[in-house]
């Protein structure tokens, strides 16, 4: 057997090591901008519950086949991975990349380790096998020090993409028609140069918060873009179903109504079932007239694509590891690659405990010293244990968020869960509203007039609820049942309606007896999401306890209910602002039901 060859690259970058992870780190990026073809990936789950991910691809000029190991890494540090062929040149090959602070930026090391496996492979070690990597390499980071420094608009430069044919005047014809729609020339230019030179895997899997992150725009801005784009056919749609354990995705389809309970993860060799509010996610694609992506990985299992979890280490059977990390304080949890258990830790300072894998599953041992997280694999064969953060991926733009937009139920009334089925939402904000004497309001200006305001009033309150990241979910007789997913948001739109009422009277009147006077009521829980009358609405003692607390409002006042009055965001909302708190028996509730009044002096609404 011939021994492995190296060679190793050395840069310095003017960027912390953080900053300079996230780009050569990002493996997929990195090989597509290498000119690195796609491969095929067959994951094969084993007996023991492990899986065995198998590659098939070109390298150079040579077709290869190769099982591809699980990456090792510590976020932010260095990662190392490697792949043993079974056929082709080489034996085995492996890429490592570690940071280091080096003054105020970051020393990179890369490192090829490569085993021949006959006299073709030695051949090429010995001659341009090393040069010819180099030059990519360090073209790549050169372009990585132009992008950190400010000079470059993307981390890598990629192959120019290959287009549909009249692919560039249809999308030409299209961003014309999105910028006509209203949306913003900058962003409808900027989602123009992504689809027309982004890099497949930007492409492929659209995510619009880390757009808006990226752009620097708010996220309502990115995510009403693409949901403009889908509509008039610059991108696709794609509901996809998130693994719980690796947060990949794993099954995608077109539209809700296509949804299934629950699905499997074969990189992880688990079934899971659905969660709108956690792993439901709507990605974007470039739609496949203007550009087609195909098929295949750039990278199957890099850091990039689980940024929530901060250390990865593979360990042979009965082998304990220290690796040193910088955990920042937080909710975390100890798990193994597959699935062998999991524990739970809420780590604020000090050491970080011990992740401890053995017959009963993972568990959190005894703390180390500050700085080192201590991996222990007590179990007779070889595993690969992780350290994660409890928090899901910041960029999913779950189901939950975006069928609670204004925006998704006007361009898309027709994206519902098909006949039968049904999703349990673990919490949902509800704002019902109604007009004060609105039978009087009839009779007094008659129902022509009194029509025309009633309609005036459902766009203001629409208006309201839009910018605020909720949506209009029906309106009943001159009531409205409006719902949100984040309750903070809920609440800041009930009081700006009320507070601007004054306006809207002033604007939409005419003559006295005109002015509306508005009741509304806010309570936040558990209820269900159904189809009905092809649109997705909502049910349960939830929404029933919001439409009974709008009937404690006075008018012009705002009621919440006692927990939605409790969330941690709500209560900041209401600090300085004056409430009473009251109690009212109401319909199909046996005990008394505790609110807060907001009322109108406190609003300067007028009642």
């Not at 796609?38 to 065995?52: C, H, I, L, T």
């Not at 014309?176 to 030179?197: D, F, H, Y």
């Not at 007896?513 to 829980?525: M, T, Y």
């Not at 009055?565 to 509730?589: C, H, M, N, T, Y």
Request: glycine fraction near 10%; charged fraction near 20%.
């Amino acid at each position: 057997m011939t021994a492995a060859r190296s060679h190793t690259w050395t840069w310095h970058f003017d960027a912390s090591p953080v900053r300079v992870w996230a780009v050569l780190a990002d493996t997929p990026r990195f090989n597509e901008a290498a000119g690195w073809s796609k491969y095929r990936v067959a994951e094969s789950p084993q007996a023991d519950g492990s899986v065995v991910y198998n590659g098939a691809g070109r390298i150079g000029p040579f077709a290869m086949t190769w099982r591809e190991l699980p990456f090792e890494f510590v976020a932010g540090q260095r990662f190392r991975n490697g792949r043993l062929f079974d056929s082709g040149p080489f034996r085995s090959l492996r890429a490592t990349l570690a940071l280091s602070a080096d003054g105020p930026g970051c020393r990179a090391e890369y490192r090829l380790d490569v085993e021949p496996a006959n006299w073709i492979g030695r051949l090429a070690l010995a001659t341009r096998f090393f040069p010819s990597a180099g030059k990519t390499v360090n073209r790549l980071a050169a372009e990585a020090m132009k992008f950190l420094a400010g000079q470059a608009e993307a981390p890598f430069s990629v192959p120019p993409p290959q287009l549909a044919p009249d692919g560039a005047h249809r999308l030409s014809a299209l961003l014309a028609q999105l910028e006509s729609a209203g949306q913003p020339k900058a962003l409808v230019e900027r989602l123009g140069a992504l689809v027309r030179q982004g890099a497949d895997v930007d492409v492929a899997r659209i995510r619009p918060l880390r757009l808006a992150r990226l752009w620097s725009v708010p996220e309502r801005d990115a995510i009403e873009l693409c949901l403009w784009a889908v509509k008039l056919g610059v991108l696709e749609m794609h509901w996809d179903l998130l693994c719980p354990n690796c947060r990949g995705p794993k099954l995608s389809v077109s539209s809700l109504d296509r949804l299934p309970q629950g699905a499997h993860c074969p990189s992880c060799n688990i079934d899971y079932d659905r969660d709108f509010a956690r792993n439901v996610e709507l990605s974007f694609r470039a739609a496949a007239a203007i550009r087609p992506i195909g098929d295949g990985e750039f990278c199957l299992l890099g850091p990039s694509k689980t940024p929530h979890v901060v250390v990865q280490q593979t360990l042979a059977a009965g082998e304990t590891r220290d690796v040193p990390a910088v955990l920042v304080p937080g909710d975390y949890r100890l798990r193994g690659l597959h699935p062998i258990g999991a524990a739970e830790v809420a780590w604020t300072a000090g050491g970080f405990p011990t992740l401890v894998a053995a017959v009963d599953g993972v568990n959190a041992g005894p703390v180390v010293a500050p700085g080192i997280v201590r991996l222990e694999n007590r179990l007779g064969c070889e595993v690969t244990l992780l350290v994660e953060s409890r928090e899901w991926v910041k960029d999913a733009l779950t189901a939950h968020r975006v069928t609670l937009m204004q925006a998704f139920r006007d361009l898309f009334a027709t994206q519902a869960l098909r006949a039968g089925d049904q999703v349990g939402i673990e919490n949902v904000t509800l704002m019902f509203t109604d007009l004060r004497g609105s039978t009087a309001l009839y009779a007094r200006i008659g129902d022509a007039r009194a029509y025309r305001l009633v309609r005036e009033h459902f766009a203001y309150l629409a208006d309201a609820v839009r910018r605020h990241d909720g949506a209009v979910i029906k309106t009943i007789g001159d009531a409205v049942m409006a719902a949100f997913s984040d309750p903070t948001l809920a609440v800041r739109a009930a009081l700006d309606v009320q507070r601007n009422v004054a306006t809207f009277n002033r604007g939409h009147g005419g003559e006295a007896g005109e002015d509306i006077v508005i009741k509304l009521g806010l309570h936040a829980g558990p209820c269900i999401a159904v189809n009905l009358n092809d649109r997705l609405d909502y049910f349960g003692s939830a929404v029933n306890l919001a439409a009974r607390l709008q009937g404690e409002s006075h008018g012009a006042d705002v009621v919440i209910s006692a927990e939605l009055a409790g969330d941690p965001g709500v209560a900041r909302e209401l600090v300085g602002v004056g409430v009473s708190r009251e109690q009212a028996i109401v319909k199909g509730f046996e005990r008394p039901v505790a609110f807060l009044r907001i009322g109108s002096a406190v609003l300067g609404a007028g009642a």
